[in-house]
């Protein structure tokens, strides 16, 4: 199989706060960009031994044709070590560098044949995708509600560009930026619509009656604050999309589970009060559910997955997207990361019958082996979970 990578030159490196710093990447070869979608990512492969993988969301308009741009937050905390990835793009790689890119993947992307109102709601670093997303709406005709929620002035980047594109649409586009923990300095220049953290009353009082399209990028306990806001508010689940900066895993679920459970499976071991506490820009209100466990099909004619290790069969309904989602709702634990196909953390041994890959897998799993994340079977299989 080809390697999927192509060099890409660091054309610019742009500071964009105290902690987000830009990257402008054009390819090496002369060829052509790859075709994006607003809010996709970018997998970059770093140059250290093993080759690791981490992704980053295009943050610019992909109509752009010359190029790519990346923005990403440096991930260091006090007595860890430092990000490997971010802190590599911060510290080391300078204009002219070479980085290595694969194409541009994700599902988290704009509803295009949509003509709905929209809210972009960003927590944070969680910002990229959403201004790919609103480069994209300033270029039509819908209506755009942009709210980015920081911790303060210092880390709040790309806030000309967003304020260029509401300037130049005529009233259509609207945005608001929301401090935690505004600065002095920050209250002086007026830099902020609000202050505290975005709950049902703020977007209450700045979204007309409609029926919106609503789009989530943030940290884990901002996305499902946010989740249960707009679900108490009466959006269908449907019109919620959201992607995670981290492991992905289903934001209904979490935000049925108490937020302490939501966000011990979110944060590394022995991480220090900063991360463990990530409470900041989430709604400290919101109450858990009872988690409850979706009851699993028992095969019938139709495929079915063998779980061999386990000794359960169940049927394949389709009301799982994936082989990974199956398990899960069977109360299997399978590794994960990614669940996009890029890390292989989900491969596991296929010893019969055939899946078919719903996106295909960065680089091919060895024969006799499955992805679990973006596969699902043809038939009957047999897995050896
Ligand atoms: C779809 C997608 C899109 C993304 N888009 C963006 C984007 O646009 N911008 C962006 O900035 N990021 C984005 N990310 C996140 C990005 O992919 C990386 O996860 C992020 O940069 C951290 O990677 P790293 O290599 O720097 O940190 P890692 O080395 O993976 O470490 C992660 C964190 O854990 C801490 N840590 C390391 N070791 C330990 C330990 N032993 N104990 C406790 N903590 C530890 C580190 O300090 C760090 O904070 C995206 C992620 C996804 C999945
Ligand atoms: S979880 Fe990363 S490839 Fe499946």
Redo the contacts with the bound molecule.
Sequence with gaps: MADPFRPFTVARKVRESEV?TSFHLVPQDGAALWPALPGQ?LTLRLPTPGGPL????I?SDVADGTGYR????R???PG????????WLHDRVAEGDTVELAAPR?SFVLDEASDRPVLLLAGG?GV??LLSMLHRLAQGQRRVFFVQACENGAVHALRDEVAALVAASGGRIVARTLYRAPTAADRAAGAHDAEGLVDAAFLQALLPLDRYQAYLCGPTPFMVAMWRVLTGLGLREDDIRY????K?TSLPRLAAEGTRAALRAHV????PAA?AGLAHLTNPAARGIEESVPPVAAPSDGPSVVFARSGREVAWTGSAATLLELAEAAGLDPEFS?R?GLCNTCRTGLSEGRVTYLEPPLTEPPAGTVLLCCSRPEGRVVLDL
């Design positions: 987000i990512y981490r992704t980053y969301s943050s990346i923005s990403v937050k991930e260091a905390a860890l070590p430092g990000g490997l990835g971010s802190c994700g670093v990229t995708p992607e995670f900066f981290g992905q590394p071991a022995g991480a991360i990614c996009a």
